[in-house]
């Protein structure tokens, strides 16, 4: 079992900031991928930024310059710094991790979520 778990959401002014944790644990032998999804109401989730193994990063047009992804891979905990935070991310914001297990066996796992609210 791979376990995933968030915490840094809350309630946040606009043009504030936010960091965000993802902590995973388990039988874990390589992570290759782990991401930022978020999902607001009445919306699909949509992915955020993600970072691989190797270092390379993607986000989303809207969070490029504000939202910086990052892994602490000693620890195996991701972040998510977000700055000049708008009304418009407003959502809950999921942990996502890819890998394999001790033993050769794929995982793709997902945390529990934490809200993020930007409101004045």
């Known amino acids: 079992q791979v376990q995933l778990v968030e915490s840094g959401g809350g309630l946040v002014q606009p043009g504030g900031s936010l960091t965000l944790s993802c902590a995973a644990s388990?039988?874990?032998?390589?992570?290759?991928?782990m991401g930022w999804y978020r999902q607001a109401p009445g919306k699909q989730r949509e992915l955020v930024a993600n970072i691989t193994s190797g270092g390379w990063t993607n986000y989303k047009d809207s969070v490029k310059g504000r939202f910086t992804i990052s892994v602490d891979n000693a620890k195996m905990t991701l972040y998510l710094q977000m700055n000049s935070l708008k009304p418009e991310d407003t959502a809950v914001y999921y942990c996502?991790?890819?890998?394999?297990?001790?033993?050769?066996?794929?995982?793709?796992?997902w945390g529990q979520g934490t809200q993020v609210t930007v409101s004045p």
């Open positions: 996502n991790a890819a890998g394999y297990r001790i033993g050769g066996l794929s995982f793709d796992s």
């Open positions: 388990g039988s874990i032998l390589k992570i290759n991928n």
